[in-house]
């Protein structure tokens, strides 16, 4: 059985949106602005891996060593707790012999903190950022073919090219502005923000699908009404769905942001900014595309 939410006239206030939409649009210029660009990571900008062998680690905890870490200013880094070792990634600064410094200082620290505990640079190794363009450029191509095949889905399951265009602009609606909230809160940009931002995209397009779906449904059983009821009907009907639904991924994200730690919480902070642009662009932006196209077609 259908849960129906009421009756809200959605399309009305349509310009609202769009102008809401465009806000948000410019918070993404201007953080882009502000922070003179995104805060890349050691994934795309390279840096110094280390990995410290510990003889005895059963009384060490990544929250010691991060404290250790940021004592010594570096603010950048990523840790990773192996069996009686720690892998710590620095990203790249101005001076090579800077960062050695700093690791020898660090590794000094950790010495110091514990005592009775043997500590040992196994191995230093630079990554350049080779890699990480690789990657992103993998991303990239991955991205731009999700959006080929959408378009060629959606045009042929609404027989419209321009439905499947307004699919896409949702897509790039979320993500961009979603990247901007992550550059706007000084976050890096590394392989994990990557894969959330393409979570999104994922998230925003099925969102849309489903409610491009009723619209087709309702424009076939109820050809009495015009286009405007239709989009409001099946916005309407599918309100309930798209809130549980949204809701349940919120409440998720928003624990792994609270108490997931630091290696998840840019991941969950994406995924939150990302869920709440996916139902904004579905019903608020993608809909209402629609009815300003087949307004214009009826003319």
């Known amino acids: 059985m259908q849960l129906f939410i009421g009756n809200i006239d959605f399309i009305k206030n349509r310009y609202r949106f769009f102008i809401f939409s465009g806000l948000l649009l410019l918070i993404t210029m201007f953080a882009l602005i502000v922070r003179h660009g995104p805060n890349l990571g050691i994934d795309f900008k390279g840096g110094i891996i280390m990995q410290i062998s510990l003889h005895n680690n059963y009384n060490v905890t990544l929250n010691d060593i991060r404290d250790i870490i940021r004592k010594h200013g570096v603010k950048s880094f990523e840790i990773q707790n192996l069996e009686n ?91 961009i502005i979603s990247f901007g909230f992550i550059v706007l809160a000084n976050k890096e940009i590394n392989m994990i923000v990557i894969v959330a931002l393409l979570t999104i995209a994922g998230y925003s397009i099925n969102d849309t699908i489903v409610l491009f779906d009723r619209i087709k449904e309702n424009l076939k059983f109820h050809k009495n009404l015009d286009i405007k009821t239709v989009i409001n009907k099946s916005i309407n009907e599918i309100l309930t769905r798209t809130i549980i639904t949204s809701l349940m991924v919120l409440i998720v994200a928003c624990s792994l942001f609270i108490l997931g730690g630091e290696v998840i919480h840019t991941f969950s902070y994406v995924m939150i900014i990302g869920t709440i642009l996916g139902v904004f662009s579905s019903i608020f932006i993608c809909s209402q595309l629609i009815y300003e196209y087949e307004k214009t077609k009826q003319l």
């Open 85 to 175: 070792s720690i892998i710590l990634k620095i990203k790249k600064m101005n001076k090579l012999q800077e960062e050695f410094n700093i690791l020898e200082a660090i590794k000094n620290s950790i010495q110091l903190k514990f005592i009775n505990n043997s500590v040992i640079i196994e191995k230093i190794d630079y990554v350049g950022p080779t890699i990480g363009k690789f990657f992103l450029k993998q991303a990239i191509y991955s991205f731009l073919f999700a959006i080929v095949g959408i378009i060629v889905y959606v045009s042929f399951r609404f027989k419209s090219n321009l439905w499947g265009l307004f699919a896409i602009v949702g897509i790039i609606h979320d993500v």
